[in-house]
């Protein structure tokens, strides 16, 4: 199976938005509503953003918004901040009762 | 508040064997899966797996299965990820990561535990 693709870096200045993009296939994000997205700073755990393609949990900002078309999810950023820099993953659940990650975006806030 | 508690760093010869562990507060253990995922040095996040504690239902990815085993206990309110026969390859920081309802979102993270494996 492979990885989901995502752009390797993205860039924005303060307070614009930036959108990274997460394709996969029929096979899982095309497929299942089960997309997730998930913010990585330097040299700390992953927290998750959102869940289930579009939903928040409880103490994510909503700058952070996400939906999906066909086999692509995206994640958008509005109001970027400096403290938003960092690695961003998406992944899927697929068919074969797997979890898929795509290979990260590095975000940099000029 | 739930909490996962990862063991600590493990240095590690190839060819030698593995088992570290992630401790679950703060929730009902058996009622939520469990998963794991590894980092390798500079590069992206990769499943590795998931168990569901309540009945032990695994989940693997199909690129690692037969390299690596899940493992939980429901009385310690412990997971565990076992790994024989090391390669340098398995150099990674390895995360387990909670679930809510399912297994394909991981709501809660460990501070992950650092493998070296090294001659």
């Known amino acids: 199976q492979s990885a989901l693709t995502q752009p390797p870096s993205v860039s924005g200045s303060p307070g614009r938005s930036v959108t990274i993009s997460c394709t996969g296939s029929s096979s899982d994000v095309g497929y299942y509503d089960r997309v997730s997205w998930y913010q990585q700073p330097p040299r700390t755990a992953p927290k998750l953003l959102i869940y289930?393609?579009?939903n928040r949990p409880s103490g994510v900002p909503d700058r952070f918004s996400a939906s999906k078309s066909g086999n692509t999810a995206s994640l958008t950023i509005s109001g970027l901040q400096a403290e938003d820099e960092a690695d961003y993953y998406c992944?899927?659940?697929?068919?074969?009762?797997?979890?898929?990650f795509g290979g990260g975006t590095k975000l940099t806030v000029l | 508040e739930v909490q996962l508690v990862q063991s600590g760093a493990e240095v590690k010869k190839p060819g030698e064997s593995l088992k570290i562990s992630c401790k679950g507060n703060?929730?009902?253990?058996?009622?939520?899966?469990i998963g794991w995922v590894r980092q390798m040095p500079g590069k992206g996040l990769e499943w590795i797996g998931s168990?569901?504690?309540?009945?032990?239902?695994?989940r693997y990815n199909p690129s690692l299965q037969g390299h690596i085993t899940i493992s939980a206990d429901k009385s310690t309110n412990t997971a565990y990820l076992q790994s024989s026969s090391l390669k340098p390859s398995d150099t990674a920081i390895y995360f387990c990561?909670?679930?809510?309802?399912?297994?394909?979102?991981?709501?809660?993270w460990g501070q992950g535990t650092l493998v070296s494996v090294s001659t």
């Open positions: 992944s899927a659940y697929s068919n074969i009762n797997s979890v898929l």
């Open positions: 703060g929730y009902t253990f058996a009622t939520q899966w």
């Open positions: 990561a909670r679930g809510n309802g399912g297994y394909d979102s991981l709501h809660y």
């Open positions: 168990i569901y504690p309540g009945d032990s239902d695994t």
């Open positions: 289930e393609v579009s």
